[in-house]
Structure formats: C-alpha cells, structure tokens
C-alpha cells in the first residue's frame, strides 16, 4: 500500500461576476480543500526477469461529480509490466508522454505547472474562459487522463527514453463555453470518460474523441555538476460526429464547431548548485477548429518558467504561466444571474438568424452578440516547503491569477495565500 494526502488552508479574493442587470455571483474568500489518495499496489517478478504488477488508486476523498453524474471513487486501476525491454502499461492511465514531462519546477505540492485538482478563481472564468482549460497543466494532454488506453515506455539508451499511448475512445471535457451547446463534454457522448470503467459496445458516431495517441520523449543526463533534462511530446485524437442531428458538433448560427484535438508541448529543467530553472512552451487547438464565419481558430498557446532552490530540508520557487486564445468563436456576455442558483443568462442564448444578413450573433451590439479578442489568463505562483520527517511536508505559498477577455463572462482576477502539509506513504 501507498499513497498521499495534501491538505491546505486557503486565504484570498475572487473578483465577482456582475450581469448587464446589476446582478452578481460574490465568492467567499476562505476556504479548506483536500486531495488524496491511497494506492493498493501488488507485483511478482517471473523467471524470465519481467515484472509484472498491479495498481489501483482509490480516492482519499470525494471528488467533483464525474463525467456520467457519479462521484468518482477509483481514480486509476492499470496492469503494467517491465524488464530489459522496457515498461508496458494497460488500463485506466494517464497518456505515456504526460508523466514524462520535464519543464518548470515547483515547491508549491499540488500546484505548480504540472497537475493540480483544485481552483481559486471565478467559476464563470473556470467555465467559460478558453484559455483557462489550460491552466491546471502545462504538460502534454492534461484533459486526456485515466482513460483506458495501453501505454510503452523503451528502455532508457545514452539518456534518452521515447514514451508512445493509445485510447481507442475518449471523452474530453469540451463544454458550452468553447461555443457549443452539445458534444463530447458528457451530454452526448456515452463512453470513453475518464475513469477506471468498461467502455465496450461503444457507438463510433456519438460525439466523442476516439483513436487519441501520443508520442514523446525525454533526454536525462549531467555533465559534471549540471543536470540537464529535455522533454517534447505530440497528442491527436480525431472527432468522430453523431449522425444526426449535425448541430451536435457545429454551431451554424456562432460557426463553432468540433475537430480533430491537437496538441504539442517542449519544456526542459537544468540543475547546478541546488539551484533548478526550468520552462515550457506549447500549442493545443482544445479539439476546436477554425470558426466557420470569422476562419480564425481557437488554438491556446502557453508559456511557463521558473526557478527552485533547495537546501537541507527547504525548497522555495517562484513560477510564472501565461496561456493566450486566440477566441475564434467569440465570447458571450452575462446579461443576468439568477438568485439561489447563479445559473447565468447569456446574450446569444437566442441568437438565431443568417450570419452577415439578420443574426443577432453577429450584429455588433454588445448586449446581443458574440464580442471577439484574446481570451487570456496568467498566473504568478510562490511556494515553499519544508521536510519535518520522512513523507511529510510543511507548504506555503502564494497565487495570482488575472484572467481578462472581451465580456464580463471570461474576465475576472483572483489571489491567494496558502498553508497547508503534504503527507507521502
């Protein structure tokens, strides 16, 4: 058995959302948020010299409501075997290239640039905001895991190692705010989500992503008493439509629509002294394409760098990320929020019409259509921890996230300060 559990107390501010009628969704500016799990592992080693094991990861908490409506209680569950020959894993897992990842270092545990479960920030920005998806990673397929797939790592030669995956079917988490109202984001797709399940009997046409791959590699070595690591990796997954009706995966009114999800991402981490730097950069079109009347896409483009430095039972960092969309599709404005529910009016939540002849989509007027301009988010990260024994950790840090756009919908800032441990078994 193993496992982890992080805890933290939370401090800040959340800037509200405010509607064209004056009402608003204020957010509470304390809270306590948890994360865990605890990992049932077995593992024999044939004659041959291959090991071949188990692992099942069942949540030390309750998680959001999945994909299907039901809380979520395994989080992977894999079979995985090794030897001379290298590393194959089969079941419920994150892509081979996205545990791979070498970029910007942290000292903020459960944050940082590479995977965290929680938020602090605005829920209509969370939603709505297209460049916000990204923030939660800045490694390959983030929105991509624990979907059944089979995964091969190769042995490690001269300090290179290639990584490749493959998900025969994949349900994303695109929602309404990419521009859609219908599609892979749980409304019409009927398997492939992510989680520990049996996806058989799958329809082919049925809104989702299928046939997702990834490759990618990395490179360790040290020269003297510089360590370098190097990382790359490339995602594709096509967009398999349902039949009918065809406004599942194109909007004819915004010109929104679905397409083949692409992604790629570069990063690297260079050690001396105590000290490691490290940065990435990346592409990912969000399963998107181009809009059919504006022909700009809705591709996100990411940057991220920072610098950690260790010392006996220390580590401190301070990171910073930016994520940019280029918002092809438009936003839409908040033209009310209803009391009790915060349930959000939209201003093209009738829009109907010709684009160009009588759409309301398009006309211009702020309180009717669809606004254009980046849709940005950026984040500032501080951490630090300190050992107080063998698997357990003191952490503290600092977050700022600005998030602007063009509407009221996608704009919002929030701060941040925390302190919390981190227990390792």
Same mark, same amino acid.
């Given at each position: ?161 290639? #990584?490749?995956? %493959? +998900? ?6 695109? @929602? !309404?705010?990419? &521009?859609? =109202?219908?599609?892979?984001? $749980? ?67 915004? #010109?929104?629509? %679905? +397409? ?6 570069? @990063? !690297?981490?260079? &050690?001396? =002294?105590?000290?490691?730097? $490290? ?71 009738? +829009? ?74």
């Amino acid at each position: 058995m193993g496992g982890y559990y992080t805890f933290y107390a939370m401090a800040g501010g959340v800037d509200s959302t405010y509607a064209f009628n004056g009402s608003v969704t204020a957010y509470k500016g304390f809270a306590f948020i948890q994360e865990g799990e605890i990992h049932f592992l077995g593992q024999t080693k044939l004659d041959n010299g291959t090991s071949v094991g188990l692992t099942v990861e069942l949540e030390a908490w309750n998680p959001s409501t999945g994909a299907t409506g039901a809380a979520l209680q395994i989080d992977e569950a894999f079979l995985y075997a090794f030897g001379d020959w290298g590393r194959v894993e089969l079941g419920a897992r994150d892509a081979a290239t996205y545990r791979m990842y070498y970029g910007t270092p942290s000292a903020l545990i459960g944050w940082g640039a590479i995977q965290h479960n929680h938020n602090w920030a605005n829920s209509s920005v969370i939603a709505n905001n297209k460049a916000y998806a990204r923030t939660m990673a800045t490694t390959i397929t983030p929105t991509w895991q624990d979907v059944n797939r089979i995964n091969y790592f190769t042995p490690r030669f001269q300090g290179l190692q290639i #990584g490749v995956g %493959y +998900a025969p079917k994949m349900n994303g988490g695109i @929602g !309404a705010g990419q &521009g859609m =109202a219908t599609g892979p984001a $749980g409304q019409a797709g009927v398997c492939g989500y992510q989680q520990a399940a049996n996806p058989n009997n799958c329809p082919t046409a049925d809104y989702s992503y299928q046939d997702a791959i990834d490759i990618g590699a990395n490179y360790l070595n040290k020269f003297g008493d510089l360590t370098v690591a190097l990382y790359g990796a490339f995602a594709y997954a096509s967009f398999v439509p349902g039949y009918m009706p065809f406004g599942a995966s194109a909007n004819m009114v915004t #010109g929104a629509n %679905y +397409a083949a999800w692409k992604q790629w991402v570069f @990063g !690297a981490q260079f &050690g001396y =002294a105590g000290f490691t730097v $490290g940065g990435a950069i990346g592409w990912d079109n969000n399963g998107l394409g181009s809009n059919y009347f504006t022909g700009i896409d809705n591709d996100t483009r990411f940057y991220t760098a920072g610098i950690m430095y260790e010392t006996g039972p220390w580590q401190m960092s301070f990171m910073w990320a930016g994520f940019y969309n280029t918002n092809g599709n438009g936003s839409a404005s908040v033209t009310a929020i209803a009391p009790g529910t915060n349930a959000q009016t939209l201003n093209i939540a009738g +829009a109907g019409g010709i684009p160009g002849v009588n759409s309301t989509a398009f006309n211009g007027n702020p309180a009717t259509s669809l606004l254009f301009g980046s849709e940005t988010v950026n984040k500032w990260e501080i951490g630090v921890n300190y050992a107080l024994g063998p698997g357990i950790k003191l952490v503290g840090g600092a977050q700022l996230y600005t998030a602007s756009g063009p509407t009221n919908l996608v704009s919002g800032n929030s701060w941040v300060i925390q302190l919390g441990m981190d227990l390792r078994f």
